[in-house]
């Protein structure tokens, strides 16, 4: 049993920075790698960031490399999602999704997913 709970979606100008938190609860000690996925109107949901359950390895979309960060902190649960340098095409609902797949992108290996947070960035 996981949930996973994304916040801090909103409305950006282009350039401007967003912080966005997944809040995951389900069995203690379970050992869940996590990851990030967007979806814009009328595309597939495509794989943004990943993080291992140590945080020691992570894994980005070449789209968003050198602008976003993924960390974790397990003693509080949660898995963050710097974004920087915001573009209008990073404008999407984007979900926080845990697997036991470590380093995947594929979203097939991702079992739980959140409901998703809304990120707009206007130009």
């Known amino acids: 049993q996981v949930q996973l709970v994304e916040s801090g979606g909103g409305l950006v100008q282009a350039g401007g920075s967003l912080r966005l938190s997944c809040a995951v609860s389900?069995?203690?000690?379970?050992?869940?790698?996590t990851g990030w996925f967007r979806q814009a109107p009328g595309k597939e949901r495509e794989f943004v960031a990943a993080?291992?359950?140590?945080?020691?390895?992570?894994y980005y979309a070449d789209s968003v490399k050198g602008r976003f960060t993924i960390s974790r902190d397990n003693a509080k649960n949660t898995v963050s999602l710097q974004m920087n340098s915001l573009k209008p095409e990073d404008t999407a609902v984007y979900y926080c999704?845990?697997?036991?797949?470590?380093?995947?992108?594929?979203?097939?290996?991702?079992?739980?997913w959140g409901q998703g947070t809304q990120v707009t960035v206007s130009s």
């Open positions: 389900g069995r203690t000690g379970s050992r869940y790698a």
């Open positions: 999704a845990a697997s036991v797949v470590a380093g995947t992108t594929a979203h097939l290996e991702y079992p739980y």
């Open positions: 993080i291992s359950w140590s945080g020691r390895n992570t």
